[in-house]
């Protein structure tokens, strides 16, 4: 797939954009790389291998990476709401905004 000077300009008006036109070819250009590499990537025959949750699984066990989802802060809510407006029963007061 490869763009055209008329793409780049269609996709500028939709994105509201003013490109000049060395932009515009700065761009094109950008855009056509990309493309390729992405045609490259489809190029490679996948058949049979698996999609991988994380790329660094294809070297080492991710599982020994992350650590456990604890929470290991005690609760600062008074502390935190000490400089606030307005608060009720621990919760932040703000302004109506939508009647």
């Known amino acids: ?3 055209t000077s008329a793409d780049i300009a269609r996709i500028a008006n939709l994105a509201r954009l003013e490109l ?8 094109l250009t950008q855009l056509n790389g990309f493309f390729g590499i992405v045609e490259t990537m489809r190029a490679v025959d996948t058949t049979g291998i698996q999609p991988l949750a994380h790329p660094v699984a294809t070297i080492q066990d991710i599982t020994l990476r992350l650590r456990d989802d604890l929470a290991t802060e005690t609760n600062q809510r008074e502390a935190n709401q000490r400089s606030a407006p307005a608060v ?12």
């Not at 029963?89 to 109506?96: A, H, S």
């Open 1 to 3: 797939m490869s763009l």
């Open 88 to 99: 009720e029963r621990g919760l932040f007061l703000v302004p109506k905004v939508i009647e």
């Open 20 to 27: 000049q036109p060395e932009e515009s070819e700065r761009m």
